[in-house]
């Protein structure tokens, strides 16, 4: 039976795409480390479909500053991947990574910048390539676009550009352990297209 | 603040002074303010797209810019507004990302800019403030005492117009 939207996800179909967000956030963690040759641990993900106001209230309201790079996804896949981070952790990473020097996030240099994407980069292709391996369908991800503003005005761009019928949006929380041992949130947006979620889907041998 | 009014996004609201409003956040979303400063009321609503789309059920009607100011009108007027009075300010049609070989990307905050302002035009309502387009997301403040909408940014600080 064909899907219309993303409300009738079985569990059966949640549970393909957790084990897509398990193995995306493997690779993630990994990339991550050898990227900042530090050890970078990841709790396991939550996988969960959620509208997008309460995605917005999730990720701390809709006037909380976060960093987000998206890519959009073509290929066999259509849709856009989002991958959001708080600016607190985006500027340790940017501090291990470029050596040091303090970064503000409202201000970033054209090398800040270029590092978030890589980031972004990184941390997304290791979720389409996940989705890629366990499917065997291609996708080939756009080049990253990094944007720091408002939750509230990021969220609603997937939904427009998608079209959805419903507003529910495939929802990966991440947490990591940070370099003191803190609890850093970076959260995965999935939003495919519904006849990419069906042949996702159908590929996977569910559907 | 005494009865501030939030107004989601694919919604809208109309009330007599005193009342002020507040939408969160707009990207792409236009949120428009009309005025009528004769009986000081106002609306606010939150646009996300340009057109409804034809025949669909359920239709969420304050999400499109052209349903959504032809209900605001008539809120309005249901206030005790007459539409010669009413002016309108408005506000986001960002395009929040940049995504390199893809023009197309994001193009849908202009279009929604050109349905507010070509809907508006229809009505014969006069736009007498925008602060829209650009790359940035806006929090939109609408006070009915004065008719005054207040812009807040993340990185651009805050304006009134």
Request: proline share 4%; hydrophobic share 45%; glycine share 8%.
């Amino acid at each position: 039976m064909a899907i219309e939207n993303l409300e009738q996800l079985n569990e059966m179909h949640l549970d393909v795409l957790r084990e897509i967000g398990n193995i995306g956030s493997g690779n993630a963690a990994t990339s991550l480390s050898q990227m900042l040759n530090k050890k970078v641990n990841m709790l396991v993900p939550k996988v969960r479909i959620l509208n997008v106001n309460d995605v917005i209230n999730a990720l701390g309201g809709p006037e909380n500053p976060q960093v987000a790079i998206l890519m959009k996804l073509n290929g066999d896949i259509n849709g856009i991947m989002m991958f959001l981070i708080e600016q607190d952790f985006v500027a340790s990473l940017l501090e291990a990574l470029l050596g040091g020097k303090k970064v503000e996030c409202t201000n970033l240099s054209e090398l800040e910048n270029s590092a978030i994407s890589e980031i972004g980069n990184i941390m997304m292709s290791a979720y389409s390539n996940a989705i890629a391996t366990l499917s065997s369908l291609n996708i080939r991800p756009s080049v990253p676009a990094v944007t720091i503003d408002m939750v509230g005005a990021l969220l609603t761009v997937p939904v427009i550009e998608i079209g959805l019928v419903s507003d529910e949006i495939i929802f990966i929380e991440n947490d990591f352990l940070g370099f003191q041992q803190e609890t850093i949130s970076a959260n995965m947006l999935l939003v495919p297209d519904i006849d990419s979620l069906n042949k996702l889907m159908k590929s996977l041998g569910i559907g | 603040m005494e009865n501030l009014i939030r107004i989601g996004i694919s919604e809208m609201q109309a009330a007599i002074n005193p009342a002020s409003f507040v939408t969160f956040a707009l990207g792409s979303c236009i949120g428009i303010c009309l005025y009528d400063k004769t009986t000081k009321t106002g609306a606010l609503g939150h646009i996300m797209l340009p057109e409804a789309p034809p025949n669909k059920p359920n239709l969420k009607i304050d999400c499109y810019a052209d349903t959504c100011i032809p209900h605001m009108l008539e809120t309005m007027k249901k206030l005790g507004s007459r539409k010669d009075n009413i002016v309108a300010k408005i506000a986001g049609g960002a395009k929040m990302f940049e995504v390199a070989d893809d023009s197309t990307f994001g193009a849908v905050g202009a279009r929604n800019i050109e349905a507010v302002k070509i809907v508006l035009r229809r009505y014969q309502i006069k736009i007498v403030a925008a602060d829209v387009g650009a790359n940035y997301g806006r929090t939109v403040y609408f006070y009915t005492e004065t008719g005054a909408m207040l812009v807040q940014s993340f990185a651009k600080g805050n304006k009134t117009f």
